[in-house]
Nanobody, 115 residues
Framework: QVQLVESGGGLVQIGGSLRLSCATS????????MGWYRRTPGKQRELVAT???????DYANSVKGRFTISRDNAKNTVYLQMSSLKSDDTAVYYC?????????WGQGTQVTVSS
């Protein structure tokens, strides 16, 4: 089992910045992928960004150039630095951890971007 604890969500103005963190613990293997997804009311959960244990990253087109995903393998923690936030970025953000033993999710953290 792997546990994920997210933090860093909140209310921010349009154009502002916010950083999300997700700390993982439990039975973690070396090969894994950590990522962030988000969901807005009435929509399916969508990929925001992922990062492998080797540092390879992938981003949704809608956040490229504005969001940066990173990880600290020593702390088993993944971060999402969000800049130039738009109202469309308002969502519940979920941390994800994938390894051969399974797919694990955090409880979600609300990000609200307002004018």
């Amino acid at each position: 089992q792997v546990q994920l604890v997210e933090s860093g969500g909140g209310l921010v103005q349009i154009g502002g910045s916010l950083r999300l963190s997700c700390a993982t613990s439990g039975n973690i293997f070396g090969i894994n992928i950590m990522g962030w997804y988000r969901r807005t009311p009435g929509k399916q959960r969508e990929l925001v960004a992922t990062i492998s244990n080797r540092g390879s990253t992938d981003y949704a087109n809608s956040v490229k150039g504005r969001f940066t995903i990173s990880r600290d393998n020593a702390k088993n923690t993944v971060y999402l630095q969000m800049s130039s936030l738009k109202s469309d970025d308002t969502a519940v953000y979920y941390c994800n951890f994938y390894q051969r033993s399974g797919d694990y999710w955090g409880q979600g953290t609300q990000v609200t971007v307002s004018s």
